[in-house]
């Protein structure tokens, strides 16, 4: 009588799990780097709704967001690195930045963020 195999066997086990875990441990490496870009994007959009309707210049727009920056924890990118600039009789403010995140030996995730808010 034939016994036929129920079930997976460990070396199906380690195939399966491998590629599981590698991208388990991508996605720990990653929360970091996107938490902080939704700080950004939080900081962001305060400065643009606190500046509603005033008046202001690139420096005092730019020393409200490094005080949004220095409350939302954000060391990447520096109040510095944000392009602020008059276009079309509005301001507009734009984070285009990228952050690598080390995956394991020579292999590393590249991510790179855009992001741009008018105010007006």
Known sequence: MRHSQRGITFIGWVVLLIPVAIIIFA????V????????VAKALSQL??????ESSTADALRNSLDK???VGYVEHPSAK???????DGHWT???DYEEVAP??????LLVQF???VDIP
Not at 32 to 39: D, E, G, S, T, V
Not at 48 to 53: F, L
Not at 81 to 87: L, N, V
Request: hydrophobic letters at 45%; charged letters at 20%.
């Open 32 to 39: 970091p780097i996107y938490l902080n870009y939704m700080a």
């Open 27 to 30: 996605v720990i490496r990653l």
């Open 103 to 108: 995956l394991f030996a020579d292999i590393s």
């Open 68 to 70: 949004h920056f220095q």
């Open 93 to 95: 403010a734009i984070a």
């Open 114 to 116: 855009h992001k741009q």
């Open 81 to 87: 690195e944000i392009d602020i600039h008059r276009e």
């Open 48 to 53: 643009a709704s606190e500046n509603k309707g």
